[in-house]
């Protein structure tokens, strides 16, 4: 018998399959529970079209440099042991049993890690898993903490627990006296990266916040926890804090030495803080800058860290619309020449 496939029939037999799928979702007879788990042949497929979506997209959507190599990885550290190590661990430290009960569980980072590649990494951190509880990078822009993420993930490997609580702020000095009495825990998450000293560890992402302006330092943390800020290290942190506790923090790390005056050394550099460039409709970084002004103090900050940041700002790919209110680092950062990035960074710095 020749059955002969016509459009209506085609047409006619997929609309009975979609009947059949809606009917069998309706029917509630397939169970999500993760306590059951998913077949064998289920999960290497969602499996296998994970990863060959991963390797398709990260080809096109991550940067060439997509790892940090500078060696710095104490805010990487500091942000895996508040959002990441519940779920997936970390060198010492076992996931959470609550956690491991997801479906699927979250992967031990030191064996799955090795099977990615930078790209692979940078794009599963910058966009998150869909179905899988991975979540995207909280920080819209800030593909400079996805690259020190992926350099940390890169060495848990072959992290030992030693070196991963030092990193993360173990062995910072978290549970002093002072940390006890500015609500214990919430100086010692600053004081994980930032230092119990206030001036970042020697890590060039992290800026000094010793002599700070305070008001600025408590306007930060709420830009930060409500989003006008992009970081999601900092917004991890911020979010959590109550008005009183940034106040506090602020006035606690404005408090202490560290910022201040620093010598003028490099004539090009003292001329654009001074007077600016009018010839690039570039202003004088006085003019917020200087004492007395809103803007935070620049005098005496780590020179590797305000390169980086306005190298970051320069980097800024969206495009300028004259019409809409706009950041202000970002449109002055690409009127500073290339060349004098460095001496600006070492004149404040006071090197």
Not at 4 to 19: G, P, S, Y
Not at 36 to 44: F, K, Y
Not at 120 to 134: D, E, N, W
Request: hydrophobic share 45%; net charge positive.
């Amino acid at each position: 018998m020749t059955i002969r496939v016509t459009w209506k029939r085609l047409v006619a037999a997929l609309a009975t399959l979609a009947a059949a799928g809606l009917l069998f979702a309706w029917s509630g007879i397939f169970n999500i529970a993760a306590s059951s788990g998913h077949w064998a042949v289920t999960e290497w497929f969602l499996h296998w079209t994970m990863r060959n979506s991963v390797k398709t997209h990260s080809f096109f959507d991550s940067p060439d440099d997509s790892i940090a190599r500078d060696g710095a990885m104490v805010s990487a550290a500091g942000h895996f042991a508040a959002a990441c190590a519940t779920c997936h661990g970390a060198p010492g430290q076992r996931p959470s049993p609550v956690m491991q009960r997801a479906m699927p569980p979250a992967p031990d980072l030191a064996v799955n890690a090795t099977q990615w590649t930078d790209k692979q990494l940078f794009y599963i951190l910058r966009h998150g898993v869909k179905y899988s509880g991975m979540p995207a990078w909280g920080g819209k822009g800030r593909d400079d903490e996805i690259r020190r993420m992926v350099a940390f993930v890169r060495r848990l490997p072959v992290m030992s627990a030693a070196e991963y609580r030092l990193l993360s702020g173990g062995a910072t000095g978290a549970g002093t006296t002072d940390a006890r009495t500015l609500a214990g825990a919430t100086l010692a998450g600053c004081v994980a990266c930032h230092g119990a000293d206030g001036r970042g560890r020697g890590q060039p992402d992290i800026p000094v916040l010793g002599g700070q302006r305070g008001g600025y330092l408590e306007a930060t943390l709420a830009a930060y926890a409500d989003g006008r800020r992009q970081s999601a290290v900092m917004a991890n942190v911020a979010a959590v804090l109550t008005p009183a506790q940034r106040r506090a923090l602020a006035a606690h790390f404005a408090a202490m030495p560290g910022l201040g005056a620093a010598p003028a050394r490099d004539a090009r550099a003292r001329l654009i803080v001074e007077r600016g460039l009018p010839e690039r409709q570039l202003p004088a970084c006085a003019s917020c800058h200087a004492p007395g002004k809103p803007q935070p103090v620049l005098a005496g900050q780590r020179a590797v860290y305000l390169a980086e940041r306005l190298r970051h700002w320069r980097g800024d790919e969206k495009i300028v619309d004259a019409r809409q209110p706009q950041q202000v680092m970002p449109v002055i950062a690409r009127r500073i020449p290339e060349e004098m990035i460095e001496p600006l960074a070492r004149y404040f710095a006071g090197e």
